[in-house]
């Protein structure tokens, strides 16, 4: 037993769910770079929910395809709505981070064709959902936090399953797949803070298999 517990230490936090402390951390300048050439070709935007809502966490992607949401439904698309045009391609320096990290918690071969980027500011929240718009359920998600901090919600095979929290930080990668890939998730209203590279801002990024 260590008197000082390392906060930087890997946590099976169930089957098949791995939390990667700060796995990200030195690369986060260069992938933060990346992420602002990607938003400056695809704006970051507030989806609409199909009930006509607007999303609360500001979106978008790079990779063959991306998520969308709008009227319509939940989709995987290889274009941007917003322009008509591919969405940017994956950096290889986000390509790679992902499969280093889905093989360092047991998932070897993991090649991502989406990456979702979520960005959050004051307040803003994802209620419980799951992933299930991926067409295979089998390749593990793996999702790398940027900026704030913030208080992840992780639930259960079903919704009504009371959400343990989780606080994610800066650099932190969480790898989910296996019995966990199918599990309720979210994250709590996120607390205005002020971080030394993203200033008001958390951004999440999620390597997804989904075509
Ligand atoms: C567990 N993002 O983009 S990351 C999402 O921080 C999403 O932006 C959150 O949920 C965020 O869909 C949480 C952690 C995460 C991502 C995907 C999962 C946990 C997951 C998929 C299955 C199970
Ligand atoms: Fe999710």
């Given at each position: 037993?260590?008197?000082?517990?390392?906060?930087?230490?890997?946590?099976?936090l169930?089957?098949?769910?791995?939390?990667?402390?700060?796995?990200?951390?030195?690369?986060?300048s260069?992938?933060?770079?990346?992420l602002?050439?990607i938003?400056?070709?695809?704006?970051?935007?507030?989806?609409?929910?199909?009930?006509?809502?607007?999303?609360?966490v500001g979106?978008?992607?790079?990779?063959?395809?991306?998520?969308?949401?709008?009227?319509?439904?939940?989709?995987y698309?290889?274009?941007?709505p917003?322009?008509?045009?591919p969405?940017?391609?994956?950096p290889?320096?986000?390509?790679?981070?992902?499969?280093r990290a889905?093989?360092?918690?047991?998932?070897?071969?993991?090649?991502?064709?989406?990456c979702?980027i979520n960005?959050?500011?004051?307040?803003?929240r994802?209620?419980?959902?799951q992933?299930?718009?991926e067409?295979?359920?089998?390749?593990?998600?793996?999702?790398?936090?940027?900026g704030?901090?913030?208080?992840f919600?992780?639930?259960?095979?079903?919704?009504?399953?009371?959400?343990?929290?989780?606080?994610?930080?800066?650099?932190?990668?969480?790898?989910?797949?296996?019995?966990?890939r199918?599990t309720?998730?979210?994250?709590?209203?996120?607390?205005?803070?002020d971080?030394?590279?993203?200033?008001?801002?958390?951004?999440?990024?999620?390597?997804?298999?989904?075509?």
């Amino acid at each position: 037993m260590t008197l000082f517990e390392d906060p930087a230490q890997d946590l099976a936090l169930a089957p098949g769910a791995m939390l990667l402390g700060r796995f990200a951390e030195t690369a986060d300048s260069a992938l933060l770079a990346a992420l602002g050439r990607i938003i400056a070709a695809a704006p970051i935007r507030h989806m609409m929910t199909p009930n006509g809502g607007q999303m609360s966490v500001g979106m978008t992607n790079c990779g063959a395809a991306g998520w969308v949401s709008d009227r319509t439904g939940y989709r995987y698309d290889g274009r941007d709505p917003e322009t008509g045009r591919p969405w940017p391609a994956m950096p290889q320096s986000f390509a790679d981070l992902a499969t280093r990290a889905a093989a360092a918690a047991g998932f070897a071969g993991f090649v991502p064709d989406a990456c979702l980027i979520n960005r959050y500011t004051a307040a803003t929240r994802l209620s419980l959902h799951q992933d299930r718009n991926e067409r295979d359920l089998g390749a593990p998600i793996v999702s790398v936090s940027l900026g704030l901090p913030a208080v992840f919600l992780w639930g259960g095979l079903r919704r009504a399953q009371r959400p343990r929290r989780v606080r994610l930080v800066h650099g932190d990668v969480v790898v989910w797949g296996g019995p966990a890939r199918m599990t309720f998730h979210g994250i709590d209203p996120l607390r205005a803070a002020d971080h030394a590279l993203t200033g008001p801002l958390r951004y999440n990024l999620t390597f997804r298999r989904a075509l």
